[in-house]
C-alpha cells in the first residue's frame, strides 16, 4: 500500500511538473502582453511548485524510512533519487529562484532591455538555465522512480 502511495505522490509531483514546463511556461510568454509580466507569472507559479515538491519530497523521504523493508537495493536507490529530487527543489527555490527573484525585483521590465552581453544578463541567463536543468533533473528523475515502483509492483509475488 505504502508503494501504491508513493506512486501517486510521484505522479503528482510529475504531472505538476510536466504542466508547468510544456504548459504555463510556454504559454505566458506566448499570451501575455510584456515578457515581465509574463516571467512575473512563471515565478509565483514555479514558487508553488517548489513548495509542493519540497511537500511531497519530504513525505516520500519519510514513507521510505518507515517501511519496513526500506534496506533493500532497490529501496536505497529510491531513498538517494528521492533525497537528491528533495535536495534539487531546495536548491531551486531557497538559491536559484531566489536570486532570480532578487534580478527581477531590481530590474524589473529593464532586464529585457538589457543586452545579451551585459554581465547581469548573462547572470539571470545562466540562472534561469539552472533552474531548467534542476527541474529536468527532477522530472526525469520521478520518472524512473515511477517506473521502478511500477516494474517492483508486477514483479513481486503477490501482484500476481
Not at 515581465?36 to 516520500?60: K, P
Not at 527573484?101 to 544578463?121: K, N, Q, S, V
Amino acid at each position: 500500500m505504502a508503494e501504491k502511495i508513493r506512486l501517486v505522490l510521484l505522479g503528482l509531483w510529475t504531472g505538476a511538473m510536466a504542466f508547468f514546463s510544456f504548459i504555463v511556461a510556454p504559454s505566458a510568454f506566448a499570451v501575455l502582453p510584456t515578457r515581465h509580466l509574463a516571467g512575473q507569472l512563471v515565478s509565483r507559479t514555479l514558487s508553488g511548485l517548489e513548495v509542493l515538491g519540497l511537500a511531497f519530497g519530504i513525505l516520500l523521504l519519510i514513507m521510505l524510512l518507515a517501511s519496513r523493508l526500506w534496506r533493500r537495493p532497490a529501496s536505497i536507490f529510491e531513498f538517494a533519487v528521492t533525497l537528491l529530487m528533495t535536495a534539487a527543489t531546495a536548491v531551486s527555490r531557497f538559491i536559484v529562484s531566489a536570486r532570480l527573484h532578487e534580478l527581477r525585483l531590481r530590474l524589473g521590465e529593464g532586464l529585457d532591455a538589457l543586452p545579451f552581453t551585459d554581465p547581469t544578463r548573462l547572470a539571470f541567463d545562466r540562472l534561469h538555465q539552472v533552474s531548467v536543468g534542476l527541474m529536468s533533473f527532477n522530472l526525469l528523475a520521478a520518472l524512473v522512480l515511477i517506473a521502478l515502483l511500477i516494474w517492483r509492483d508486477h514483479s513481486s509475488p503477490t501482484s500476481a
